[in-house]
């Protein structure tokens, strides 16, 4: 019976009337973060994929279309460590769904290559401090073909907007140094920018975000930039889509062929990365 609905409205959901429909009334509400990225769940995602860090806004998929939630806590773990701030920012944590993997985006270790139909990670990418390694990993166990989409906060529009963005070189360097070599100076900017201490302040509160291992946007991006860095690392992706609407941007990236070694997390940076690496460093001790 609930094949047969399904099919029914995948049906419906076809017909030229009903699309011209739903254009009109996205395109009347395009500013609207969840209607747009329902359009978009609409127009790329089919099969069986992954959702990281759904937290309270799973993404709502067209019918037959199946979702593992991923994140790096289970789901009482989750409610444990961040219910309170969610209720007090009038979010209702009963709708964080079960977490059926408990995993690290950035790595993605409990997945094997080309696993996936797609994954989604709306808002996800911003908390890691190796991008790069996380972009990459979304891709390899994408399939394929198999899509990538991703939301991302827009500085203009965030608490961000007064930090400066992040470059290609910025993450290159993440990428090939470790992310300890940044994760002070996001602390100190965090400390200073976001919550606005005075210099006396900064260390201390550093020290405390290092001891709490503080997960907040550890970079910052408006869509130009973030199509930056697509141009200038090759990751395994084709750009498909891009838009910026309210106070977010999203990428949709097709996988487009197997990863090669140099393209997994604990291989070496691919040719273009490295180049642009070793011009930094050029750079840096010209
Ligand atoms: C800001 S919330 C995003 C919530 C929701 N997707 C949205 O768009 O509003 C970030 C989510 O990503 C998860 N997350 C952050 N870093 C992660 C990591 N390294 N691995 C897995 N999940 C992570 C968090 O636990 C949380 O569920």
Redo the contacts with the bound molecule.
């Keep these: 019976m609930a094949d047969y609905a399904n099919a029914a409205r995948r049906f419906v959901m076809a017909t030229p009337a009903y699309l011209r429909l739903r254009d009109v009334l996205v395109r009347a509400h395009r500013n609207n973060v969840h209607v747009t990225r329902e359009d978009l769940a609409r127009r790329y995602l089919t099969g069986s994929g992954i959702e ?4 309270t ?1 799973p993404l709502r998929v067209p019918p037959g279309v199946r979702v593992r939630y ?4 289970s789901r009482a773990g ?1 409610l444990e460590e961040e219910g309170p701030e969610l209720r007090a920012k009038g979010l209702n944590p009963d709708a964080i769904p079960e977490t059926d993997v408990v ?4 790595t993605l270790a409990n997945f094997g290559e080309s696993e996936v139909d797609f994954v989604v990670a ?3 990418l911003e ?2 401090e190796d991008p790069i390694a996380g972009l990459r990993n979304l891709l390899r166990v994408t399939r394929p073909g198999g899509i990538v989409l991703l ?1 991302l906060p827009d500085a203009r529009h965030t608490f961000d907007a007064r930090r400066q963005r992040t470059s290609p070189e910025h993450l290159v360097r993440d990428h090939q140094e470790g992310p300890e070599a940044s994760r002070r100076a996001h602390y100190e900017e965090w400390a200073r920018i976001i919550e606005g201490l005075p210099d006396d302040r900064i260390e201390e509160r550093a020290d405390e975000f290092a001891r709490e291992d503080a ?1 907040h946007h550890f970079h910052v991006w408006e869509l130009d930039d973030f199509l930056e860095l697509l141009r200038a690392v090759p990751l395994g992706g084709e750009l498909v889509e891009a838009r910026a609407y309210g106070i977010e941007f999203a990428v949709v990236l097709r996988k487009t062929s197997p990863p090669s070694p140099s393209d997994s997390t604990t291989g070496q940076p691919c040719t273009r990365a490295a180049s642009l690496g070793s011009q930094l460093s050029k750079r840096s001790s010209s």
């Design positions: 990281i860090g759904a937290l806004t991923v994140d790096r806590k989750l995993d690290d985006a950035g709306n808002h996800v908390h890691l939301t997960r």
